[in-house]
Structure formats: structure tokens, C-alpha cells
T-cell receptor, first 114, second 115 residues
Framework: DGGITQSPKYLFRKEGQNVTLSCEQNLNHDAMYWYRQDPGQGLRLIYYSQIVNDFQKGDIAEGYSVSREKKESFPLTVTSAQKNPTAFYLC?????????????FGPGTRLTVL | AQSVTQLGSHVSVSEGALVLLRCNYSSSVPPYLFWYVQYPNQGLQLLLKYTSAATLVKGINGFEAEFKKSETSFHLTKPSAHMRDAAEYFCAVSDLGSSASKIIFGSGTRLSIRP
């Protein structure tokens, strides 16, 4: 069954703790993306990776870190340096190439920091 | 830099009425444009996309959008709304200026359907 898996769906953490969100894909897509979604603000790009062992900062990378050791996996760590981490986090993938390519989204992880 | 503006953060229509969700873009080069739908607590699903072929693009669930270069618009329409259309809709433009082909999203429009 092809697709994008994000786990867990809901995540609760205490303030000051680091937390890692999982994103796995079996679509054989080269590019992967992490977005943050807040009410009324649409999607904001955190990090993206076009190829294994390479990634770039998006528009709001401060307080976040990523790795891309395998093509299938692009985990996102929300560090204690992120001032307001409570949000809905979406992972997306895309075949590398032109801008016509569609981004496919996972089901999301809702992170709540208490 | 490219950008997209969605007019109206919330639109409410009666079941069976026309749905019109507005999107205007800013781009110095021919854009690629997308409409996505998001149901509560789920990821985004592609409704349709414009890639410089036909200006009238048909998508899933009976939605369509028309690319109007003179108006820099890409409004989403559906002739007759169903209760299941209640969701949040995002217009997006592909950032061709970036080698990563990033997508720039609008702030979204929440569509409510009245019985």
C-alpha cells in the first residue's frame, strides 16, 4: 500500500523536551518536505530535502532539525529552542524535477506542548 | 517572488448552491497553480492543478478552476455544493524561481455548507 506515514497522530510533550516526528514514504519520491500549520496561517515550510544526505532550511527553520539518511525517511526534531511548538505538522513528498510535480501529503501529527 | 492570496478566510453556502473560492497569484513567470483540500485533522489532498495546458482545469469531486492570466486569478468553483464539501481549501503556486520547486500556499478558505 503506497503512501506517506506520519506517526504518531497525536503527541504530547512537556515544555523543554525535544521531540521527534516520524515521516516515512514508499512512493520512491526524491524530495521530502516538512510544514507547520497554525489556524488561519496556511502552511509554512520548515525544512526540505531533495536528495539523501542533503537538506535545506525553509522559512521557519529556527528551533527545528532534520536528517535524511534514507530516501524513505525524513524525521523532524522539534527542539526546546522552538518558542511555540504546539501546531499541526505535515510531511509531504514530491518526485524531483519540474514545478509541475504534485506534492503528496501525509496525514499529519498534532503536537501539543504542555 | 511568487505569492498567492485567498480572498475570504471563511465562505458559507447552502447545499446545492454554487461554490466559488477566490485565489489570486503574483508571479513574474508563467505559474503552476494548485488547489488542495483538507478535511479536519487530515493531510492535504490535491483537487486539481494548472500546468499551462488548458485554462479550464477539471478536478476531483466535481470541482474546477479557470486560469485567467489577465486577472492573475485561479478561482475554484463547483456548481452544486454537497455537505461533504465542507473542508478547508488551499490555493498554491509553484515557486519556479527555486531549484527545489517549492510550493507557496495561501492562508486557506474554510468552506461551510448549510443544510
Amino acid at each position: 500500500d503506497g503512501g506517506i506515514t506520519q506517526s504518531p497522530k497525536y503527541l504530547f510533550r512537556k515544555e523543554g523536551q525535544n521531540v521527534t516526528l516520524s515521516c516515512e514514504q514508499n512512493l520512491n519520491h526524491d524530495a521530502m518536505y516538512w510544514y507547520r500549520q497554525d489556524p488561519g496561517q496556511g502552511l509554512r515550510l520548515i525544512y526540505y530535502s531533495q536528495i539523501v544526505n542533503d537538506f535545506q532550511k525553509g522559512d521557519i527553520a529556527e528551533g527545528y532539525s532534520v536528517s535524511r539518511e534514507k530516501k524513505e525517511s525524513f524525521p523532524l526534531t522539534v527542539t526546546s529552542a522552538q518558542k511555540n511548538p504546539t501546531a499541526f505538522y505535515l510531511c509531504a513528498t514530491k518526485t524531483s524535477g519540474t514545478g509541475t510535480d504534485t506534492q503528496y501529503f501525509g496525514p499529519g501529527t498534532r503536537l501539543t506542548v504542555l | 517572488a511568487q505569492s498567492v492570496t485567498q480572498l475570504g478566510s471563511h465562505v458559507s453556502v447552502s447545499e446545492g448552491a454554487l461554490v466559488l473560492l477566490r485565489c489570486n497569484y503574483s508571479s513574474s513567470v508563467p505559474p503552476y497553480l494548485f488547489w488542495y483540500v483538507q478535511y479536519p485533522n487530515q493531510g492535504l489532498q490535491l483537487l486539481l492543478k494548472y500546468t499551462s495546458a488548458a485554462t479550464l482545469v477539471k478536478g476531483i469531486n466535481g470541482f474546477e478552476a479557470e486560469f485567467k492570466k489577465s486577472e492573475t486569478s485561479f478561482h475554484l468553483t463547483k456548481p452544486s455544493a454537497h455537505m461533504r464539501d465542507a473542508a478547508e481549501y488551499f490555493c498554491a503556486v509553484s515557486d519556479l524561481g527555486s531549484s527545489a520547486s517549492k510550493i507557496i500556499f495561501g492562508s486557506g478558505t474554510r468552506l461551510s455548507i448549510r443544510p
